[in-house]
């Protein structure tokens, strides 16, 4: 198709999809299931209803319903910011001299500044329609916790927030935006609950971690009358809420005949990834075309490259179910990385199944270089890219300069997942050259693995 690429390929609120792909219905060899750490079997709904939602439980476990229709009101919120943009990065190509095609789709268009918001105006929506009177859930970077409070306000639903204390701290703005929405922030660990106070009289000082939130979240769900948990990645439901990018993405390149030979994302617990690769993925299962997938780590907490395929909790006070993932164990503290998003020890177990099965790839860059190609790209392309996002940004730069080696036009989509707007402490150090690279040794990764359930599934 010869027909000229606009820098931005918008799509119109009809084309916004009516249905979320189901990735999962078009594995051969299912991801493997939750299991019940007491009894280690696969759990049960009426198990899984106690912590998160009846609608949500039945999304969890559905592994063969390829499209999944989505409610009225979740699609007429979608409207205000959807459809995103796929925008064709001719400024950056430009720039860098490659005779590849770059294009990203871009989901930092709204005040939570990342694609959090798709599933969290899901999960709020479930919520309501079960009559619940508010939720909980941990925050790290604070993305999350954003867009849970904005989703909440929308369907009047309380919202209690754990936040990793050092965030808390570090990021007084993102607490200040939540509680504009309504939402209550506690700094974890607390002495607000059970684990909470184990953790503090354990660890006394600690500055806490996300898998330590979870448990605090997960705690309050479950004592509270009318509350349920709701998490922002990881989870099967929280994929199929994503799949909104892929889907978008997919149609506005279908546009212009564009085929990405590459397609690249930033991979924390793996929802934007999984969501923005679904409907190419699901080409590629079905043996209808071929892809090359990269999921970008960051090098202070490389799940997939130097993590171990098996069952693991995915929350530090090990309340939680087990998961079978690429995981670096749940007491894996990674070093204080700007990439708050990309912090957690596992990985979603549908991306790590098709990991292990070969359909994917996986690098891990260090925080430094990943801020050079946030820097580069913000200079031609305008946008202030999220720290996370920029993991995707770099191996989508060195992609197209081994283009520009070989002179071959490949053509590369990557995710662009929010905005850098609350990072500028991390961009700051950046600048003032402050910034250094934590790599966790072979011995601090043994010490991770140590913390895991010696469970052989
Ligand atoms: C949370 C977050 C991520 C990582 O989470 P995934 O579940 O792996 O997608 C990436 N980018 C941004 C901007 C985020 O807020």
Partial sequence: MSQEIPYKIYLSEDEIPTAWYNLRADMKKKPAPLL?????????????????????????????????????????????????????????EKMLGTPAEIYYKFEGNNTSGSHKLNSAIAQAYYAKKQGLKGVTTETGAGQWGTALSMASAYFGLDCRVYMVKCSYE??????????????????????????GRKILAEFPGTTGSLGCAISEAVEVATHTEGYRYVLGSVL??????????????????????????????????????????????????????DYRFIAVEPASCPSFTRGKYAYDFCDT???????????????FIPSASHAGGLRFHGMTTTLSELYAQGMMEAVAVEQTSVFEAATQFARVEGILPAPESSHAIR??????????????????LFGLTGTGYFDLVAYEKFNNGEMGDYIPTDEDIKKGWATMPNVDL
């Fill in 317 to 331: 006070g090990k309340i939680c179910p087990l998961a079978k993932m690429y995981t670096l164990g749940n007491g």
């Fill in 236 to 289: 099967n439901q929280v994929l199929l809420h994503q799949s909104v990018i892929g889907l978008e993405a997919k149609a506005a390149l279908d546009k212009y005949g564009v085929k990405p030979d590459i397609i690249i994302g930033c991979a924390g617990g793996g929802s934007n990834l999984g969501g923005l690769i679904a409907p190419f993925m699901g080409e590629k299962l079905r043996g209808e075309n």
């Fill in 170 to 195: 570090q990021k007084p703005f993102r607490r200040e935006v939540m509680r504009t929405y309504g939402a209550s922030i506690t700094p974890s660990p607390s002495n607000t609950t059970e684990i």
């Fill in 36 to 92: 019940n750490p007491a009894t280690l079997k696969p759990l049960t709904a009426e198990e899984l209803s106690v912590v998160f939602c009846r609608d949500l439980v039945e999304q969890e476990l559905d592994d063969t319903t390829r499209f999944i229709a989505i409610p009225d009101e979740i699609r007429n919120f979608y409207k205000m910011y959807r459809p995103s943009p796929v925008v064709r990065a001719y400024c950056l």
């Fill in 395 to 412: 191996v989508a730069i060195d992609e197209a300069l081994k283009c520009k080696e070989t002179g071959e036009k490949k053509k590369i």
